[in-house]
């Protein structure tokens, strides 16, 4: 930080010059002034935490527009004023019978001058009103007339997911399934960092440590989904709001606009989303444990029948098993 007063102004704070920065290069500085003051927690826990406080009102003030313009008045930031560009004059045949059609032409006043051939009567005539197609009912009736609201579920409701095909999972090599489980391992872990904002149609990151949370958690969000394409990989599918919402470069100034129905939506989205991933890691994670039973019962009947193909086998086993034996008897 330059020398100065303190606490400095947001754009100061985070390298920036007044005025400058747009949603997605403000995001990614907060993330990286955040990373270097982690280093620090454990020794300077409470410069630590205010300096956390002041990225995230920083974050919270430069990514929403009515904020940041009401911020940028109060440091006397002047706003860039429109310019106006003259439209070019028209060019060629075009332009010639434009600037003559642009002539003035002055015309004597008469009483009830109209154009040639144009009939003399009023300008204008005076109808009868249209009658209303409904009928205008006072609010005090339709409030009587009006149904009570349902109240709102506690539970979001569970929709049908899509089947897995079986034989899909069955064709993947060893060394598929157990990277494929290790990006999924990761992927479930960042995809509950979101649950307190986008699993919770309630939360409307009110606060800057929530939205310093979120920031977060959309970052380890934005590393760990691209590994798990094969299960988020269509538009339609489970969880497609939630990671096209992770993917926005303002993705915390798009959740707190979002409308309660919208944020609803994403939290049904967040839940379908994390029950895919949850199965698909379920399923590979015991494909992977029969195939090492069953390897380890395949060693077992390999040798068996080795030893039924070449029987010297079995009397190459019994001399090194004399020998072992006379050696232990020799030492002892």
């Not at 642009?102 to 204008?124: I, K, N």
Request: charged share 25%; glycine share 6%.
């Amino acid at each position: 930080m330059p020398p100065g007063a303190w606490p400095p102004d947001h754009y100061t704070l985070l390298g920036l010059e007044r005025g400058a920065g747009d949603f997605a290069d403000i995001e990614s500085r907060v993330l990286d002034r955040m990373e270097l003051l982690r280093r620090y927690q454990l020794l300077h826990p409470d410069p630590v935490t205010a300096g956390m406080n002041r990225l995230a009102q920083a974050l919270v003030c430069l990514t929403d527009p009515t904020a940041r313009a009401a911020y940028d008045r109060g440091l006397g930031i002047a706003i860039a004023p429109f310019e106006v560009v003259d439209d070019e004059p028209p060019s060629g045949e075009f332009g010639a019978v434009r600037s003559a059609e642009a002539v003035p032409v002055e015309v004597a006043f008469e009483s009830g001058l109209g154009a040639p051939g144009e009939d003399s009567s009023a300008a204008y005539k005076v109808a009868d009103p249209t009658p209303a197609p409904y009928e205008v009912v006072p609010e005090e009736l339709i409030a009587e007339e009006l149904p009570e609201p349902d109240n709102a579920p506690d539970a979001l409701p569970a929709l049908p997911l899509p089947a897995v095909p079986v034989a899909r999972i069955n064709q993947l090599k060893p060394r598929t399934v157990y990277r494929r489980l290790a990006a999924l391992r990761r992927a479930l872990r960042a995809w509950d960092g979101l649950r307190p904002v986008m699993g919770n149609p309630t939360e409307a990151l009110a606060t800057p440590i929530s939205v310093l949370l979120f920031i977060r958690a959309v970052a380890s969000a934005r590393e760990a989904i691209p590994r798990v394409a094969f299960v988020l990989n269509e538009p339609s599918a489970p969880g497609a709001l939630v990671t096209a919402l992770v993917s926005s470069s303002h993705a915390a100034h798009t959740v707190r606009t979002l409308l309660p129905s919208q944020r609803q939506s994403v939290a049904l989205d967040w839940r379908r989303g994390y029950d895919v991933l949850r199965r698909e890691h379920d399923q590979l994670r015991a494909l992977a444990l029969g195939r090492r039973a069953r390897r380890r019962a395949n060693s077992g009947a390999n040798f068996l029948l080795a030893l039924r193909r070449t029987p010297e086998l079995a009397l190459v086993v019994l001399a090194l098993a004399a020998l072992f034996v006379s050696l232990i008897r020799r030492n002892s």
